[in-house]
């Protein structure tokens, strides 16, 4: 299927204390004076091809009047959630193959998504677009109407056209909208097995019906999870865990949230641990450097708690710098915006990607003395 302009109207976004709200179906003049980003016809998200890997999205080719961003943005109740998004690729002007875009965590099969496109408005070729910050690397418009391309969590094109935009943004049939595709990496494990399959014999499925009353955070967090590590060693009606995984003892994913606005709002869900022997005359430090960080003395571990791997790898070897003195609290806290930011700019840093220091490789409790005998 070839690129196409989705025809849908927005309300001007806006922030109440920080809190998300999601575009519903009002005048597109109010997007377009506010945004109002430079157009052409050459302006296109081809989707004939796109393909799903995990949490990677690759599109066959944009075309863009001026270097920008392709932008992946979620839907809920089938609206578009703007300005929060989940990845952005850069593009260059002209025409860009194989353009992929690396989202936050993977993305769900049975989910719509939105892949829109930005223009670099400020020379500073980071995407800035984002909550108290719409009038830099503003969404492209042709004719009023912003470029966008809907499609399937498990790489399939939702078929809508410039006059079916407005009933594809509003919630429309999703048996309609995609068709069923290849299977994605998410169903197999390293093992080979299957249809969906990981440990034992619990499938994605048992896994979605189990969480289905989870908030959305706690979905998305638990489907990365499994999509990376595979099933879960053990869970209860709120809480899934695996042992051993990757570089940490113990991850947790919540089936509740806990409200977090640094450095953007957000819901901490996902809580991972390593062994790691604290210093008590650093907690105090710790704790101003981020509050989801969490630091226990007779264990012997340290853990960050957050909506995302990525953020609590970038939250735990910043906590290192800081226990090393190598980073002040201040210094800290500013590599960890920087960081964030480009990381959603496509550009991920390698403090977001891995461990960048050795953890403890083995128990290290710190049981004490006893001082009053039995």
């Known amino acids: ?14 922030r109440s204390e920080m809190k998300l709200q999601y575009l519903t179906s009002t005048a597109v003049a109010a997007l377009v004076s506010t945004f109002g980003g430079p157009a052409a016809a050459q302006n296109m998200i081809n989707t004939s091809e796109v393909t799903v890997d995990g949490a990677d999205v690759t599109f066959s080719s944009v075309m863009a009047e001026e270097d920008g961003y392709l932008v992946i943005h979620t839907t809920q109740d089938g609206e578009v959630v703007v300005p929060e998004s989940i990845g952005s690729a850069a593009v260059s002007a002209g025409e860009n193959n194989d353009v992929t875009v690396t989202t936050e965590y993977p993305l769900a099969e049975a989910e719509n998504y939105i892949a829109m496109l930005h223009v670099e408005s400020n020379g500073n070729e980071t995407y800035d677009f984002g909550p108290d910050n719409t009038d830099v690397d503003t969404p492209v418009t042709v004719d009023g109407e912003v470029v966008t ?41 390293a093992e080979g097995i299957g249809s969906g399959q990981m440990a034992g014999d619990m499938t994605m499925a048992d896994l979605e019906t189990h969480i289905a009353q989870w908030p959305q955070a706690s979905k998305k967090a638990a489907m990365e999870m499994w999509d990376k590590y595979g099933a879960p060693a053990e869970m209860t009606d709120t809480l899934l865990i695996w042992r051993d995984n990757g570089p940490f003892v113990r991850t947790y994913v919540y089936g509740y949230e806990i409200d977090h606005n640094w450095p953007a709002p957000h819901k901490d869900v996902l809580q991972q641990f390593i062994h790691y022997d604290v210093p008590t005359d650093v907690f105090d430090e710790l704790a101003m450097f981020d509050g989801s960080i969490i630091a226990e003395r007779t264990k012997g571990e340290i853990s960050a708690r957050c909506h995302s791997e990525f953020a609590n790898l970038i939250a735990l070897n910043l906590g290192n710098d800081v226990i090393t003195g190598e980073k002040s609290v201040d210094e800290a806290r500013a590599a960890y915006e920087e960081a964030v930011r480009q990381h959603m700019a496509g550009n991920s840093p390698e403090i977001a990607q891995r461990l960048t220091f050795e953890p403890a490789g083995e128990d290290i409790t710190n049981a004490e003395e006893a001082v009053i005998q039995q």
């Open 1 to 14: 299927m070839p690129g196409y302009v989705v025809r849908f109207d927005f309300d001007i976004i806006r």
């Open 149 to 189: 391309a809907s499609f399937g969590g498990s790489g399939s094109t939702t078929e809508v056209d410039a006059a079916e935009g407005n009933e594809a943004m509003s919630g429309g049939d999703s048996s309609e909208q995609s068709a069923s595709a290849e299977m994605t990496s998410g169903e197999m494990d």
